[in-house]
């Protein structure tokens, strides 16, 4: 049974469309499992009725004329509970209800196993059988299983308007979820790319001459380094100079020791190119894969990309070239920036990827060239996207594909409107972030990749308000030493200087771990993290501190920031440290300055303690993405339970509050460096908190600021007060949408004017 449901799943998922997939499953099913019957009916929501569409074993024209009402039958009955039922005899159920056409009558025999998505029921699978049976164990899983497999069919089949055209009743159209990565709208057709080669089926072997190996394998490496140089050139007069350190980025990972050196000894120890390259990129992308922080583990994707690059070099495959639309929706389950590059941008509109997340280089490209995109579009089958007319809504992750005429309509006036509010920003990008009664809140930004040597939002912000520095010390063999740290530091000083850099302490733990410094943790984010690994092992922090203070001679410009932490005693303890390493670096002779020192309140603990750590330093930065994690018990990562990650919280309106009010004691001021301060709809509370500065990815700069501009801090406090009212996150929402709109800003986080 398990060989059959292998092949049954294979054979649905190539179907080209949902009838074909539902005429696979009823045929199959019924002859795996030996019933007399098998059917799906689907649920027609907007009718209120469940539709026969395929069926196998029973006489006569029955499919599309079956038609029960909600509530009705044993179809009913599985619908309204969202599980199975097995009946050895169905007639004698009080549910039973003879349908006419369906001779039912005849069977006794009953299983029915609802399809499920997203606790949903989008229909029922039927087995029926003439005599009595009740269908064991192993059926009834297997039955649920091809149920599972076709919610997905029937999502799609419900967005493409397919659905729509079965029923002949005009459904309104539906769209795919996703994750809405690059704001605005993208009108256009799919083309599909896939990844040029597949690193995952090279197999290990032994290299007859390994010279030979090594050889072609530094040719590989160059060849994608032109391949870079080349699409650098194409993209130079599109993308600003910040956009353009992407492809740095990958010529830095090419060029650094980790790829080559790790590939190189493999071939030395017996592996061919292939092989050892394999070998490298899969042990580079697991360290990324398993990290906690989503903007780090994106970059595992970033290493694939590159892993397969050099592959198809090796194997000495050139893609065929690919025929742009002229209206390209660029679709793909891992799209590579190379891919993207590789359009003419006058022809690409709009992005779409199955897998990953706003976070991802991807996405970060896609905010640099102004493309809408929706990544995480888990329920899009890419095989049968080719060629279809899609629209994207990177303001809400909305894919639609083939959109009818009144979507489309719609979403290209909210296009119109969406070119006019681009313009509209840039022109800010010199202006200050002032309310409309002259109170300033600065705006920083949040950075810290090693590849990003010129992030984005230089010129729009008045500093960095969060350099995350784990990154240097991820992607290397051991831990980096104190003149390798102390360049990366400085060139971030450098390119902000006067303006303020604050750069945080190593904030690994256990599940973003260091290759080199292996921990096995039960309950990684309750474990050892930030703080308080860096305070078992002195050394570490030590070098860090002194890397970071060296970096700041004669710019003057530093701060540093403390995570994770949890107790008065680790800040004392901190302190402690950071003096040390300033007293030893002025009696080695450098001119160091003590800078200011901060600490991150993202524990519920701190914020309960605001007012004591205030005291001990000079001022607070509230991590929202932990904060939230902790204060709500849901792990930032799980997609389970993100429904329940929400900042708006009204525990998490409170948190801030108290936070703020223990800093003002002693005078300190309170920025706010997590997600939430790069929300536009956030800009109200933080700004009517009384909060001092909101640091946030470069592409939330100009949106924020633009809110910023149009409302006052008296409005701000308005607002504030009726969402400390409120008791839950919906009603806070809805109240910061409306008081949005009222401004006219309702487009900032929603297409439309
Ligand atoms: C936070 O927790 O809000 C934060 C800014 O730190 P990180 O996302 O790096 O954990
Ligand atoms: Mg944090």
């Given at each position: 049974?398990?060989?059959?449901?292998?092949?049954?799943?294979?054979?649905?998922?190539?179907?080209?469309?949902?009838?074909?997939?539902?005429?696979?499953?009823?045929?199959?099913?019924?002859?795996?499992?030996?019933?007399?019957?098998?059917?799906v009916y689907l649920n027609?929501?907007?009718?209120?009725?469940?539709?026969?569409?395929?069926?196998?074993?029973?006489?006569?024209?029955?499919?599309?004329?079956?038609?029960?009402?909600?509530?009705?039958?044993?179809?009913?009955?599985v619908s309204e509970r969202a599980e199975p039922?097995?009946?050895?005899?169905?007639?004698?159920?009080?549910?039973?209800?003879?349908?006419?056409?369906?001779?039912?009558?005849?069977?006794?025999?009953?299983?029915g196993a609802p399809i499920i998505q997203n606790r949903k029921v989008l229909g029922v699978l039927?087995?029926?059988?003439?005599?009595?049976?009740?269908?064991?164990?192993?059926?009834?899983?297997?039955v649920m299983t091809l149920a599972s497999q076709l919610a997905g069919a029937i999502t799609?089949?419900?967005?493409?308007?397919?659905?729509?055209?079965?029923?002949?009743?005009?459904?309104?159209?539906?769209?795919?979820?996703?994750?809405?990565?690059?704001?605005?709208?993208?009108?256009?057709?799919?083309?599909?790319?896939?990844?040029?080669?597949?690193?995952?089926?090279?197999?290990?072997?032994?290299?007859?001459?390994?010279?030979?190996?090594?050889?072609?394998?530094?040719?590989?490496?160059?060849?994608?380094?032109?391949?870079?140089?080349?699409?650098?050139?194409?993209?130079?007069?599109?993308?600003?100079?910040?956009?353009?350190?992407?492809?740095?980025?990958?010529?830095?990972?090419?060029?650094?020791?980790?790829?080559?050196?790790?590939?190189?000894?493999?071939?030395?120890?017996?592996?061919?190119?292939?092989?050892?390259?394999?070998?490298?990129?899969?042990?580079?992308?697991?360290?990324?894969?398993?990290?906690?922080?989503?903007?780090?583990?994106?970059?595992?994707?970033?290493?694939?990309?590159?892993?397969?690059?050099?592959?198809?070099?090796?194997?000495?495959?050139?893609?065929?070239?690919?025929?742009?639309?002229?209206?390209?929706?660029?679709?793909?389950?891992?799209?590579?920036?190379?891919?993207?590059?590789?359009?003419?941008?006058?022809?690409?509109?709009?992005?779409?990827?199955?897998?990953?997340?706003?976070?991802?280089?991807?996405?970060?490209?896609?905010?640099?060239?102004?493309?809408?995109?929706?990544?995480?579009?888990?329920d899009?089958?890419?095989?049968?996207?080719?060629?279809?007319?899609?629209?994207?809504?990177?303001?809400?992750?909305?894919?639609?594909?083939?959109?009818?005429?009144?979507?489309?309509?719609?979403?290209?006036?909210?296009?119109?409107?969406?070119?006019?509010?681009?313009?509209?920003?840039?022109?800010?990008?010199?202006?200050?972030?002032?309310?409309?009664?002259?109170?300033?809140?600065?705006?920083?930004?949040?950075?810290?990749?090693?590849?990003?040597?010129?992030?984005?939002?230089?010129?729009?912000?008045?500093?960095?308000?969060?350099?995350?520095?784990?990154?240097?010390?991820?992607?290397?063999?051991?831990?980096?030493?104190?003149?390798?740290?102390?360049?990366?530091?400085?060139?971030?000083?450098?390119?902000?200087?006067?303006?303020?850099?604050?750069?945080?302490?190593?904030?690994?733990?256990?599940?973003?771990?260091?290759?080199?410094?292996?921990?096995?943790?039960?309950?990684?984010?309750?474990?050892?993290?930030?703080?308080?690994?860096?305070?078992?092992?002195?050394?570490?922090?030590?070098?860090?501190?002194?890397?970071?203070?060296?970096?700041?001679?004669?710019?003057?410009?530093?701060?540093?920031?403390?995570?994770?932490?949890?107790?008065?005693?680790?800040?004392?303890?901190?302190?402690?440290?950071?003096?040390?390493?300033?007293?030893?670096?002025?009696?080695?002779?450098?001119?160091?300055?003590?800078?200011?020192?901060?600490?991150?309140?993202?524990?519920?603990?701190?914020?309960?303690?605001?007012?004591?750590?205030?005291?001990?330093?000079?001022?607070?930065?509230?991590?929202?993405?932990?904060?939230?994690?902790?204060?709500?018990?849901?792990?930032?990562?799980?997609?389970?339970?993100?429904?329940?990650?929400?900042?708006?919280?009204?525990?998490?309106?409170?948190?801030?509050?108290?936070?703020?009010?223990?800093?003002?004691?002693?005078?300190?001021?309170?920025?706010?460096?997590?997600?939430?301060?790069?929300?536009?709809?956030?800009?109200?509370?933080?700004?009517?908190?009384?909060?001092?500065?909101?640091?946030?990815?470069?592409?939330?700069?100009?949106?924020?600021?633009?809110?910023?501009?149009?409302?006052?801090?008296?409005?701000?406090?308005?607002?504030?007060?009726?969402?400390?009212?409120?008791?839950?996150?919906?009603?806070?929402?809805?109240?910061?949408?409306?008081?949005?709109?009222?401004?006219?800003?309702?487009?900032?986080?929603?297409?439309?004017?």
């Amino acid at each position: 049974m398990l060989e059959s449901l292998r092949r049954i799943v294979q054979e649905v998922n190539n179907a080209p469309d949902l009838e074909q997939a539902l005429t696979i499953i009823v045929r199959r099913v019924k002859q795996a499992v030996g019933a007399d019957v098998c059917s799906v009916y689907l649920n027609d929501l907007d009718n209120r009725r469940h539709v026969l569409h395929a069926s196998e074993g029973l006489r006569g024209k029955v499919v599309g004329r079956v038609r029960l009402e909600f509530g009705r039958g044993l179809i009913g009955l599985v619908s309204e509970r969202a599980e199975p039922i097995n009946l050895d005899d169905a007639a004698t159920h009080p549910r039973y209800e003879n349908v006419i056409d369906t001779k039912e009558d005849r069977y006794h025999g009953f299983l029915g196993a609802p399809i499920i998505q997203n606790r949903k029921v989008l229909g029922v699978l039927v087995l029926r059988q003439r005599q009595r049976r009740h269908f064991d164990e192993d059926e009834v899983t297997f039955v649920m299983t091809l149920a599972s497999q076709l919610a997905g069919a029937i999502t799609f089949a419900r967005t493409s308007g397919e659905l729509a055209r079965l029923q002949e009743d005009g459904l309104p159209q539906r769209f795919l979820p996703g994750l809405a990565a690059s704001p605005g709208i993208g009108i256009g057709q799919a083309v599909v790319v896939y990844p040029p080669a597949d690193l995952d089926a090279v197999p290990d072997r032994r290299a007859e001459n390994t010279e030979t190996e090594e050889l072609d394998f530094q040719q590989a490496v160059n060849a994608v380094l032109a391949d870079l140089e080349r699409f650098a050139t194409r993209t130079q007069k599109l993308l600003s100079s910040e956009d353009m350190a992407l492809f740095d980025a990958w010529r830095m990972m090419l060029e650094g020791d980790t790829l080559i050196d790790g590939t190189l000894a493999r071939i030395r120890a017996g592996n061919w190119a292939p092989g050892a390259l394999r070998e490298t990129i899969s042990e580079h992308v697991k360290v990324f894969d398993s990290m906690e922080d989503a903007y780090l583990r994106e970059r595992a994707s970033d290493i694939r990309d590159l892993g397969r690059c050099v592959l198809m070099h090796l194997q000495n495959l050139t893609a065929a070239p690919i025929q742009y639309a002229a209206q390209t929706i660029l679709v793909g389950e891992e799209i590579s920036a190379m891919q993207i590059a590789d359009v003419p941008r006058d022809k690409l509109v709009g992005i779409v990827s199955t897998t990953g997340s706003g976070s991802s280089h991807v996405g970060i490209l896609a905010r640099g060239m102004g493309i809408p995109a929706a990544m995480g579009v888990a329920d899009l089958p890419v095989g049968r996207a080719e060629g279809r007319e899609m629209v994207v809504d990177g303001y809400r992750g909305r894919v639609y594909v083939a959109p009818g005429p009144a979507v489309r309509a719609e979403y290209q006036r909210l296009a119109e409107d969406d070119a006019v509010l681009t313009s509209e920003l840039q022109a800010l990008r010199h202006l200050p972030a002032e309310t409309t009664d002259g109170y300033a809140l600065p705006l920083f930004l949040n950075t810290g990749l090693v590849s990003e040597s010129r992030p984005l939002g230089i010129e729009e912000s008045a500093g960095v308000g969060l350099y995350r520095t784990e990154l240097p010390f991820i992607v290397r063999d051991s831990f980096p030493g104190e003149s390798a740290q102390m360049s990366n530091y400085r060139h971030v000083l450098e390119l902000f200087a006067p303006r303020p850099v604050t750069i945080r302490t190593l904030d690994i733990g256990g599940d973003k771990p260091l290759p080199y410094f292996p921990m096995h943790e039960a309950n990684p984010f309750l474990g050892w993290r930030g703080i308080r690994i860096t305070l078992d092992h002195p050394e570490i922090f030590l070098t860090q501190v002194r890397a970071i203070l060296r970096a700041s001679i004669g710019l003057d410009n530093l701060q540093i920031l403390i995570p994770m932490i949890s107790t008065v005693g680790e800040v004392d303890d901190a302190l402690l440290l950071i003096h040390r390493a300033h007293d030893e670096l002025l009696e080695e002779g450098y001119q160091v300055k003590m800078p200011p020192v901060g600490v991150m309140i993202e524990v519920p603990a701190a914020v309960y303690q605001a007012e004591a750590l205030a005291r001990r330093v000079d001022f607070l930065s509230v991590g929202t993405n932990d904060l939230t994690q902790y204060l709500l018990a849901v792990d930032r990562n799980n997609p389970h339970v993100a429904k329940l990650y929400d900042e708006f919280h009204p525990a998490i309106l409170r948190a801030l509050l108290q936070i703020i009010t223990g800093a003002r004691v002693h005078g300190r001021e309170v920025s706010v460096c997590g997600e939430m301060a790069g929300d536009p709809l956030a800009t109200f509370l933080l700004l009517g908190m009384g909060v001092h500065s909101l640091s946030m990815g470069a592409g939330s700069l100009l949106r924020v600021k633009r809110v910023i501009r149009s409302i006052s801090r008296a409005r701000a406090r308005e607002v504030l007060k009726i969402a400390l009212q409120c008791e839950d996150s919906g009603s806070i929402r809805r109240l910061l949408l409306d008081a949005l709109e009222d401004v006219g800003l309702g487009a900032l986080v929603r297409p439309g004017k």
